[in-house]
């Protein structure tokens, strides 16, 4: 670890299993650089922070890109399936448009009372638990809680949990860095399938008006001065399955882990029906369920010593910024009572999580039922979880848990 | 399995088919990237590879092992070498 040389590369030897000792490495020796992918990637915390916020930064398009992937294509065939389930993402939009659609899209999300649904999406998934003295956690209670609670804002039928949370999934993936034209492809297939899908449930939605969250998204749309194409409400939607499901996976699932190795701050958690904000904001911020989120700069400019031009493009290093110790006091320790916490797990700025409060009160009432539930749940072994190979949303595959 | 020249002359006739040329044309030394080939391609073409070596192998790779000839040697000697 003490190659001054070492660059940013998710594939060095046991990045994916504990990313944070090459992390801290790169924060503290060299912390602006380009990775191994030619991509700059900022790992301090005031750093990722001004990346956020200065306006010389735009976004990201990750459906131009796809997009611009079609020229390796024969002519019969192109990607724009999957480009128009990206289009209307609002962390790929600018000012105006994205200030204009986050208002639109802000107005109906804040008008639930996520209490219930919350609520109601954990006694289900703990119901399906019952009787069973084994089970792999990701699947069977950190992915059902969240796309339960997904299915009921939207307004979707309970029977096609499966498919979605699959979608979700594969969405997620797209977003990846290194993609192949074969991985494009098959994501391009599952956009063909999700919009089929949901072109049919705007259609019986606007016959079958219910009051939900698509059928209100339905309602307002017909109210504004330029309305949204049917397309375009489809990428909406796609927006919110895959930041509102993958990245409380991520949460739940890793926080569970957390909790699991470090068995003197479970007793916390056992103690109430609902986590204080300090814990799960500690959640949030030891999980960092978004590792790192991708800006263009827009002119050229220097940080730390080193230029960096127009048009290249940079990745802040959320998991990073939230273990940066210059911020954080012991950083590495998982505290559910740490006072001072101004993590940047759900963003900062313009495009801070439209779901924070959504991503919060769900850990907070999740957790404390699944421990309160099983208070002697334990790893079946040291072993007995696999992580995923994703870079940008760092996954846990599979976590094997006995109930006891 | 597969010697270092049949890796190379797989890679040449892969990176000749994307930049539209000849195989003799694409140098040994010179770095995937001068061929401006992208990321999209340059991840497909290590998907590709894994297909034809039956192997698994980090997206990555092109760019640690940059040019034809330091990837041939290198998948030779990771995998295909007793010693």
């Not at chain 1, 009372?113 to 956690?137: F, T, Y």
């Not at chain 1, 290249?312 to 001072?340: C, H, M, Q, W």
């Not at chain 1, 963003?347 to 999740?366: M, W």
Request: aromatic share 12%; proline share 5%; net charge negative.
């Amino acid at each position: 670890m003490n190659e001054k040389n070492l660059i940013w590369n998710p594939f060095l030897e046991g990045y994916f299993e504990n990313p944070h000792k090459y992390l801290r490495h790169w924060r503290e020796q060299n912390p602006v650089h380009k990775g191994i992918n030619e991509c700059w990637i900022l790992f301090k915390y005031e750093d990722v922070k001004f990346l956020l916020t200065d306006p010389i930064f735009k976004t990201w398009k990750t459906h131009e890109a796809v997009t611009s992937a079609n020229k390796y294509l024969d002519e019969s065939k192109n990607f724009d399936e999957l480009s128009k389930v990206f289009q209307k993402v609002l962390l790929f939009l600018d000012p105006p448009e994205h200030t204009h659609l986050r208002g639109v899209i802000a107005k109906i999300w804040n008008f639930y009372s996520l209490q219930e649904i919350i609520q109601e999406s954990v006694e289900e998934s703990l119901e399906e638990l019952s009787g069973k003295r084994e089970i792999e956690i990701v699947a069977d209670f950190a992915r059902a809680v969240p796309t339960r609670i997904i299915s009921k804002i939207l307004g979707l039928p309970a029977g096609d949990y499966k498919i979605i949370t699959n979608w979700s999934y594969q969405f997620i993936s797209a977003l990846e860095p290194f993609v192949s034209l074969h991985e494009l492809n098959k994501f391009n297939r599952h956009a063909v399938e999700f919009h089929k899908y949901l072109t049919k449930i705007i259609k019986y939605k606007e016959h079958n008006p219910d009051g939900v969250f698509i059928s209100r998204l339905l309602e307002v749309n017909k109210t504004l001065d330029k309305p949204v194409s049917n397309d375009e409400i489809i990428s909406v939607l796609c927006m919110l399955f895959f930041a509102g499901i993958e990245t409380s996976v991520n949460l739940l699932s890793q926080s569970i882990l957390l909790l699991l190795e470090n068995p003197e701050q479970s007793e916390i958690v056992r103690e109430t029906d609902q986590l204080s904000a300090s814990a799960a904001n500690e959640f949030i911020r030891c999980v960092s369920p978004v590792n790192y989120t991708k800006r263009v700069a827009t002119e050229d400019f220097e940080i730390r010593g080193k230029k960096i031009k127009a048009s290249e493009s940079l990745f802040g290093g959320y998991i990073s910024a939230n273990f940066d110790a210059d911020v954080f006091e012991n950083p590495e320790k998982l505290d559910l009572t740490r006072n001072k916490n101004p993590h940047l797990g759900f963003g900062h700025g313009s495009h801070f999580c439209l779901g924070a409060k959504l991503g919060r009160e769900q850990i907070s009432r999740s957790i404390p039922a699944l421990f309160r539930r099983y208070p002697n749940m334990n790893l079946q072994s040291e072993k007995s979880y696999k992580w995923d190979k994703l870079i940008m949303n760092r996954a846990l595959k599979s976590l094997y848990i006995n109930l006891n | 399995m597969k010697t270092p020249e049949e890796i190379q002359k797989w890679l040449r006739e892969r990176v000749a088919g994307e930049i539209k040329t000849e195989p003799e044309f694409v140098s040994l030394q010179i770095p995937f990237e001068n061929y401006g080939l992208d990321s999209i391609i340059i991840v497909t073409i290590v998907s590709d590879l894994e297909d034809w070596l039956n192997l698994s192998l980090d997206p990555t790779i092109l760019w640690e092992y940059p040019t034809i000839e330091a990837l041939s040697e290198w998948l030779f000697k990771a995998n295909f070498s007793n010693q």
